[in-house]
């Protein structure tokens, strides 16, 4: 790449499965920030392994620095974007000629990666000292944290309380009926149409109340109920006619932002017809990056590659031996599903793609 296009500054904000593998392809062509609020970048689908397996997150938490060799990276989150610059919480202005917004989902997760091991070893304390685990929603968290849970600790009683009147609704129905009868072979109780009053939760008392008055006895529990679209930062923005009512970034068929010229969404906050899966977030970064190569040689709009969405495919990991596989004609259970994705839950593969060792599974 010549002096002029290594020049062009291209930010990315939100250091997710997309905007990972945004900057990472893009640092050796154009002058390339990061900017996430934490310091490194986590496989979000590990994260329950990692709960019952603390050392598993070592492979699977990885600094930005590791893989962004030749770019900057910040470390606050954005607060808000004009048409040159983004806004961060620490107070600095970083100016860009193009923006990638990768900010799938904000949730509150420690600064570094030793307080997120502390976490998931404080988790694994009291998933261990317990005899009864509540697990509050039957999503796709939900599901693997009871899957993990009860294959690793087969002894303890877990009950899975969920709101909607079937486990794992993003698939489809088949796929939620077998993971219910796979989870009921495992003993694990699941209480459908349910919710448990989050304000009244309380670890000490051990006795949760359900929205139909049923009463769980349990000696910890999980929430695991749908992270927030990491759009909030955006609702004063130039950009605040962009999102749709879900919170989404609206995007075209280039996945730039709709009405903007050098500004483009990828992963979970596009608004993409389709299941938000990583793989998916990834393949939205590689089409952007293609994209911002050609820009930046100057290609015309005729010539940008575009992102046709998927057809619903998902994996959803139960322990470590087996899954459930939502394919685009057929889901399918058991140990198929479990060597694809449970064994390693694609650590290896991940970081590969990062440029880094994958590691020992
Ligand atoms: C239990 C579970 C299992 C899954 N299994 C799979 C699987 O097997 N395969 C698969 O392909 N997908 C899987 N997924 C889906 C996958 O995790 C998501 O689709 C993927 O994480 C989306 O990536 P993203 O980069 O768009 O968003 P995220 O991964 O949510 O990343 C968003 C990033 O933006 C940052 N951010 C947020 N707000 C701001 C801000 N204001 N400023 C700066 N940064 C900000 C966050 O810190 C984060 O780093 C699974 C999801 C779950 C919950």
Not at 81 to 87: K, M, P, R, S
Not at 120 to 146: C, M, R, Y
Not at 187 to 214: A, F, H, P, R
Not at 291 to 308: D, F, H, P, R
Request: net charge positive; glycine share 8%; proline share 4%.
């Amino acid at each position: 790449m010549d002096g002029e296009a290594a020049g062009k500054r291209v930010v990315v904000v939100g250091g997710g499965v997309a905007g990972a593998s945004l900057a990472k392809s893009m640092q050796f062509v154009a002058d390339v920030t990061l900017i996430d609020p934490k310091e490194y970048f986590e496989i979000p689908w590990a994260n329950l392994r990692s709960m019952v397996e603390p050392s598993f997150a070592e492979r699977t938490l990885i600094n930005h620095t590791d893989y962004v060799a030749n770019g900057r990276v910040i470390t606050s989150p954005a607060i808000s974007i004009t048409e040159n610059e983004v806004l961060t919480a620490e107070g600095r202005s970083v100016a860009y000629d193009y923006l990638v917004i990768a900010t799938g989902h904000a949730v509150p997760i420690p600064h570094n990666r030793k307080d997120r091991i502390s976490q998931f070893e404080q988790d694994n304390q009291k998933i261990k000292a317990a005899n009864s685990v509540l697990i509050i929603g039957g999503g796709p968290t939900g599901v693997e944290l009871a899957g993990e849970i009860a294959v690793d600790y087969p002894d303890k009683k877990v009950t899975v309380v969920h709101k909607g009147s079937r486990l794992l609704e993003f698939i489809g129905q088949k796929a939620s009926d077998k993971t219910l009868d796979w989870l009921t072979a495992k003993k694990v109780e699941v209480l459908l149409n349910q919710t448990v009053d989050l304000d009244s939760v309380s670890e000490s008392e051990k006795i949760y109340t359900t929205s139909t008055g049923e009463k769980i006895n349990a000696d910890c529990h999980f929430v695991c109920v749908g992270k927030p679209t990491g759009s909030s930062w955006l609702q004063n923005s130039i950009l605040k006619d962009c999102l749709d009512k879900t919170g989404r970034l609206m995007v075209d068929e280039n996945l730039c932002v709709r009405g903007q010229k050098n500004i483009f969404a990828i992963g979970d906050i596009t608004d993409v017809p389709e299941i938000k899966q990583g793989f998916l977030a990834q393949k939205h970064a590689s089409v952007v990056a293609k994209n911002l190569k050609l820009i930046i040689k100057g290609a015309k709009e005729s010539k940008l590659s575009k992102y046709k969405p998927a057809s619903a495919m998902a994996i959803i990991s139960l322990g470590r031996k087996e899954g459930v596989a939502q394919l685009p004609f057929m889901t399918m259970i058991g140990c198929i599903p479990g060597i694809i994705k449970s064994k390693d839950l694609f650590v290896g593969k991940t970081r590969k793609q990062l440029g880094l060792d994958p590691g020992t599974a």
